[in-house]
C-alpha cells in the first residue's frame, strides 16, 4: 500500500458539505446589489436652508441657491426667520437696504456709511449694480423659486412678533411654521445651510 495521495484530476472539484452552491452565490450577489441600489435611490437630495439676514445683499444668497437647486430638482426648504422674514413680506422686500458699514467688500469707503445717508448711498448703488447687470430682483427670484417647487417658509413666531399678517408674504409662501418644523426638515436634509 502506497502512502503517496493522488491530485484530483484536471477538470475535477472536490465537493465536500462545506463547499457554497455555485447557484446560491449568484442570488446572494444579485440580492446584495439590489440592496446597494435601493440605498442609492433615495429620492431628490434635499437643502434646508435658514434665512435670518434681511438686507438686500444677504437676500440673494438663500434665493439663488433655493431656485438653482430647486432646477436641478432638489426638495428644497428656505425658513426664514427675523430680519429674513422681510424677504417674503411683499412690500418690505421692495425696500430691503443694504449697510456699507462693517462690510470691507463694499466698493466705497467705510466712514461713508456711517454718515448719514451712506446706506441709501449703498442701496442705490447696489441696485443700480443690480438693474444695469440685468439681475433678477428679489421679487423675481422669491416667484421663481416658488414656481421651481421650493418651499419658501414663514417662521410664525417671527411673524407675530413683528406683528405681520400672513396676507403681506407672497402668494405661495408657507406660513403657520414654527422652529420644530424647521429642525425636522433640517434633520432630513443632504445639505443645511444658516444664511
Known sequence: ?????????????????DTPDVEALYERIEDLESTVDSLRDDGPKKMTIIATKGSLDMAYPPLILASTA??????????????????????RSAELQVSAVGNPSM??????????????????????????????????????????????????????????????????????VGAATALQHMADADVQLLV
Open 107 to 176: 466698493p466705497m469707503p467705510n466712514v461713508l456709511g456711517a454718515l448719514p445717508g451712506g446706506d441709501s448711498l449703498a442701496t442705490w448703488y447696489m441696485n443700480r449694480e443690480i438693474a444695469d447687470n440685468g439681475t433678477a430682483t428679489i421679487e423675481e427670484l422669491v416667484e421663481t423659486s416658488l414656481e421651481m417647487g421650493a418651499d419658501l417658509q414663514a417662521c410664525e413666531m417671527t411673524t407675530e412678533l413683528f406683528d405681520y399678517d400672513h396676507d403681506d408674504f407672497y402668494d405661495g409662501v408657507t406660513t403657520d
Open 70 to 91: 430647486a432646477a436641478f430638482g432638489w426638495d428644497v426648504t428656505v425658513f426664514h426667520t427675523f430680519w429674513g422674514l422681510d424677504i417674503l413680506h411683499e412690500e
Open 1 to 17: 500500500m502506497s502512502s503517496e495521495t493522488t491530485a484530483p484530476e484536471s477538470g475535477s472539484e472536490r465537493v465536500g458539505a
